[in-house]
């Protein structure tokens, strides 16, 4: 595997750190749910990302007390936010605000917990100008944690 700049997405194998993802991505604390992409395939079309789960995250304050689970929607959205950083690395979206238009055949297969590495699998099924679809998956120890099929949308970015 080779460390090479997001600017760079037709390196496969590349792994990108949080530096670069801060880049590409405009999501911050608490809305940053994606902590690395691990890879890309060498067509640029799919890629695989990290978040590691901790008991730091605010969400587990109040989802749920004395039992700590992640919320599904934010599963959804560290899947999101890996296809985004995907897309806004592409000189051609880079700056666009990403929006989700439709979520599809989500399904949700085990509780994601505190210590949990989720590993963060997407794949762009098509893209017409600045609206796609992807497909992701969402595991924890190689066990299927969700799944979805995303419509996304890329807006400009408002001065």
């Not at 090479?4 to 880049?23: H, K, Q």
């Not at 994606?34 to 969400?59: A, M, Q, Y």
């Not at 296809?83 to 929006?99: C, D, H, N, T, V």
């Not at 299927?144 to 996304?152: D, G, I, K, Q, R």
Request: charged letters at 20%; hydrophobic letters at 45%; proline letters at 6%.
């Amino acid at each position: 595997m080779v460390i090479c700049s997001m600017r760079d997405v037709a390196g496969a194998g590349c792994l990108f750190n949080i530096e670069e993802i801060f880049e590409v991505l405009p999501h911050r604390f608490p809305m940053l749910l994606v902590d690395r992409i691990l890879s890309v395939s060498e067509d640029g079309k799919s890629c695989k990302g990290l978040k590691n789960v901790t008991i730091n995250e605010p969400f587990f304050q109040g989802h749920y007390p004395g039992k700590p689970i992640m919320p599904g929607v934010l599963i959804m959205e560290s899947m999101a936010q890996v296809g985004a950083a995907l897309f806004l690395s592409k000189p051609e979206y880079a700056g666009k605000i990403p929006l989700i238009g439709g979520i599809d055949n989500a399904k949700f297969k085990r509780m994601v917990v505190p210590g949990d590495q989720l590993i963060l699998d997407v794949e762009i099924i098509w893209v017409r100008g600045v609206i796609g679809k992807m497909k992701g998956l969402a595991s924890v120890d190689g066990d299927l944690a969700a799944s979805m099929e995303m419509t996304f949308k890329l807006a400009p970015k408002e001065s």
